[in-house]
């Protein structure tokens, strides 16, 4: 364990301490809340700060009317921000009836120095502020503010803590994952790719890669606790450790990664095609473990548009490397981003777009209305008339949505292995679980097959989902 870490085992324990006097002091548990807004990065995130309010002692409360309430936010769209600035609202609601209720906000939004400045000035009811280089020292924060409240300690009420940059990595601290059976793993932090709409580097900082040798402790770690599926998480994986003192190429961690006794099913999240290696499409080709799942973010399919975007390829590039991909992975779903209404989109880029979905016939893919972010060059660019964003946005979403229904479909009447994640939501005499190409089914089954990988026949599309039945 590093001093860093020390630190902040250190710092949960003497919250501990304090937590259990206050609890004294108020005669019941008090009880949490975190919720998450965004990618998998926060969600991963997400499960640290929940890992540390559990082992101070907090109870987690299902519903937002808790004593403690953190919005872990995302920043990458403004409707984002929207969100969080509305649901605040009720959260004042909520503290106006329960005066121990503290509100605290994390994550990407906070980043940004002129949100800051806003919940500042107009959400005083806010507690505690930190950001995304510092969810590791919650246990610290936590313990300033349980001294506030005991009265061992006087001062601004408010708790704000932002760095602007990462310094150091705690890697053994506690986490609560939401799943047994499944966990994302950091295998990098931050982006240096800059693409000419997105927000993300500046607010999640200089790409940052973790050293193999920590990642596979860790990996070991989850499978002695019972996982055994890994999402490998970061903004751009196919540039994983490229920085690092010994430079490893992503193929090469993720064939260290799938030699992990008791790991079964590897994922991984997001490729940029800049950098999809060839001898990582071998990999996945050859590896079992390596689920036939790609998220490949187009954002657009007009090359001049592309290349405004700062992204490093073109139209006829991207296509090029999906037919590398499906020649040597046939059965490979691939997934994608895409914005519309970028800063001059002509109906000719936009054409461009539609002809790219088209020929690569995704199974889904995320479709974005382009929303400039303060502080990166798209901003300043002349924008779009919404009318024509809104009907582009419409006109795309539909092929997306029947071309991946159609897609989706291609496995009915196969029997696949899948994951089971959970009962049923609707129905509690049924199943829910994944393939590896990442789609879901429902089929008959209880309790017991949780975190289990079955084999299943996919007797019926239904849209996006399959339902099935268990075979011996
Ligand atoms: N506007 C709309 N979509 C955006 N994305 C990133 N920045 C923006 C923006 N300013 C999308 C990209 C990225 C996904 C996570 O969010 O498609 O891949
Ligand atoms: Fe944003 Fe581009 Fe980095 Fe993805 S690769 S996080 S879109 S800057």
């Given at each position: 364990m590093n001093q860093l870490e020390q630190q902040q085992i250190k710092n949960i324990e003497d919250a501990k301490k304090l937590l259990a006097k206050r609890t004294e002091e108020v005669k019941r548990p008090l009880t949490f809340h975190v919720t998450t807004f965004g990618c998998q990065m926060n969600a991963r995130d997400s499960e640290k700060l929940i890992g540390i309010l559990e082992d101070i002692g907090y109870v987690w409360e299902e519903s937002e009317e808790a004593d403690l309430v953190i919005y872990n936010t995302c920043t990458v769209r403004d409707n984002a921000n929207q969100k969080v600035y509305g649901k605040l609202g009720y959260l004042n609601g909520y503290k106006k009836k329960n005066p121990l209720m503290k509100i605290g906000l994390c994550g990407c939004m906070m980043q940004e120095p002129s949100v800051v400045e806003k919940i500042k000035k107009s959400y005083p009811f806010v507690d505690l502020m930190f950001g995304t280089h510092n969810i590791y020292i919650l246990g610290e924060l936590i313990k300033k503010m349980l001294e506030m409240d005991l009265g061992i300690t006087e001062g601004d009420r408010r708790i704000i803590s932002i760095w602007d940059q990462a310094s150091g990595i705690a890697e053994e601290l506690p986490t609560e994952r939401k799943y047994s059976f499944k966990s994302g793993v950091n295998i990098m932090f931050g982006c240096d790719n800059f693409c000419s709409y997105c927000i993300v580097p500046y607010v999640r900082g200089r790409e940052r890669s973790r050293s193999p040798k920590d990642i596979i402790q860790e990996i070991e770690r989850l499978v002695a606790d019972g996982v055994i599926e890994v999402m490998l998480l970061g903004q751009?994986?196919?540039?994983?450790?490229?920085?690092?003192?010994e430079p490893v190429t992503f193929a090469e961690l993720l064939k260290e990664v799938c030699a992990v006794?008791?790991?079964e099913r590897v994922r991984f999240m997001t490729s940029h095609p800049k950098d999809l290696s060839d001898e990582l499409i071998e990999v996945m080709a050859t590896e079992p473990k390596v689920c036939h799942h790609l998220h490949l973010p187009l954002q657009s399919g007009s090359s001049r548009l592309l290349k405004e975007m700062n992204r490093h390829y073109d139209k006829e590039q991207y296509l090029a490397l999906v037919d590398r991909i499906r020649n040597r992975i046939p059965d490979i779903a691939l997934t994608t981003d895409i914005i519309v209404g970028y800063p001059g989109e002509t109906e000719e880029d936009f054409l461009d777009t539609m002809d790219v979905v088209e020929k690569v016939r995704y199974n889904s893919a995320f479709t974005f209305i382009y929303s400039p972010r303060t502080g990166t060059p798209a901003a300043k660019k002349e924008q779009v008339p919404e009318d024509v964003t809104k009907d582009r946005f419409q006109r795309l979403l539909k092929r997306v949505q029947q071309i991946g229904q159609e897609e989706s479909a291609k496995l009915t009447g196969a029997t696949a292995k899948v994951l089971v994640e959970q009962i049923n939501e609707q129905d509690d005499s049924l199943v829910t679980g994944r393939l590896s190409t990442n789609e879901t089914v429902h089929f008959p089954g209880d309790e017991s097959l949780i975190g289990k990988i079955v084999d299943v026949e996919l007797s019926e599309c239904r849209g996006f989902y399959y339902i099935g039945e268990m075979v011996d």
């Open positions: 751009n994986v196919n540039s994983y450790g490229k920085n690092l003192d006794p008791g790991i």
